[in-house]
C-alpha cells in the first residue's frame, strides 16, 4: 500500500513514451566521509553470507508499476539480483498488498475514492500472478502479503517469520515506492535486528528528490546503499 504522488492519476495510464531509466541517485560525499570518520569505513557491510541473505522485493504490482516509468526500469536490475542471488543459494521474497476493506483512518485521510483504490491495490489470486509480468519468479521463492505500509512490521506481514526461518539476517531491499513501503520496510526491519541493503537503482519513487531523500536517511541511520553492481559482486564473491 504504497502512497502515489495526488498529483498522479490513479487509473492506468499508457506507458510513457521516454526511455526508461532509473533514478538519478546519489549520496553526497559528506555523509560517505560521516560514516568513514566513524567507523572506519564506507559501508557497514562489506561482505554477505549468500545463504543468510534475502532479496525483498516491495509491491512491484501492476497498480503502481503501470502508472510510473521508474518502477519499469528498475524491473531488469530486480531480476539480475534476484537470478545472481537465487543461483547461489540465497533467498528472494517477493511482497504485495494485501486486500482488506479500508478503515476508517484510511478513509478519513486518503477519502474514500482513493483508500477504496489502495485497499485493493494488490490485486487478487495467486501471489505470482499479481506481480508485474516482466518479473522473474521462481516457484520456490517466498511470496507473501502486508497489510501495513511496511513488510516488517508487527502482525502485519508474516515476513519477518518466513525470513527468520531460513536463518535469514541481511535483507536487499528493492521494490516501489522508495519513500514510503521501501522506506519503512528498511526502518522496520534494522529495528528488526537485520542487516539492510537499500538497492539505490532497484527502488522507485515518483521523483529524484523523493527517492534521494529515502536514500539519505537510510544511509545515515538504517543500513547500507548500494548500487546493483555492487550487490552482483559481493553475492559472487
Known amino acids: 500500500m504504497d502512497v502515489a504522488d495526488p498529483a498522479q492519476p490513479l487509473e492506468p495510464q ?3 513514451a521516454r526511455v526508461l531509466e532509473p533514478h538519478a541517485w546519489h549520496i553526497e560525499e559528506r555523509e560517505y566521509a560521516r560514516h568513514e570518520s566513524l567507523r572506519g569505513r564506507r559501508f557497514a557491510y562489506t561482505e554477505f553470507d549468500v545463504a543468510r541473505t534475502a532479496l525483498v522485493v516491495i509491491d512491484m504490482v501492476p497498480f503502481h508499476v503501470d502508472t510510473n ?5 528498475i524491473v531488469p536490475n530486480i531480476n539480475r539480483v534476484a537470478a545472481t542471488l537465487r543461483e547461489a543459494g540465497g533467498t528472494v521474497a517477493w511482497v504485495v498488498p494485501a486486500f482488506a476493506p479500508p478503515s476508517a483512518r484510511m478513509i478519513e485521510f486518503f477519502g474514500a475514492r482513493v483508500a477504496a483504490k489502495y485497499s485493493g491495490s494488490g490485486g487478487d489470486g495467486p501471489y505470482p500472478d499479481r506481480l508485474w509480468p516482466a518479473l522473474d519468479a521462481d516457484p520456490d521463492d517466498l511470496f507473501t502479503e502486508k497489510s501495513a505500509f511496511s513488510g516488517f512490521f508487527p502482525g502485519r506481514s508474516d515476513l519477518p517469520d518466513l525470513l527468520e526461518q531460513r536463518g535469514v539476517d541481511t535483507v536487499l531491499i528493492t521494490g516501489t515506492v522508495t519513500n514510503v513501503c521501501c522506506e519503512s520496510s528498511a526502518r522496520d526491519a534494522s529495528t528488526r535486528g537485520f542487516r539492510v541493503v537499500m538497492v539505490a537503482d532497484a527502488n522507485a519513487a515518483r521523483r529524484d528528490r523523493d527517492h534521494n531523500a529515502t536514500l ?4 545515515r541511520s538504517f543500513g547500507d546503499v548500494r548500487p546493483t553492481e555492487d550487490l552482483l559482486t559481493m553475492i559472487t564473491a
Open 14 to 16: 499508457p506507458l510513457d
Open 216 to 219: 539519505h536517511t537510510v544511509y
Open 69 to 73: 516509468p521508474y518502477c519499469r526500469a
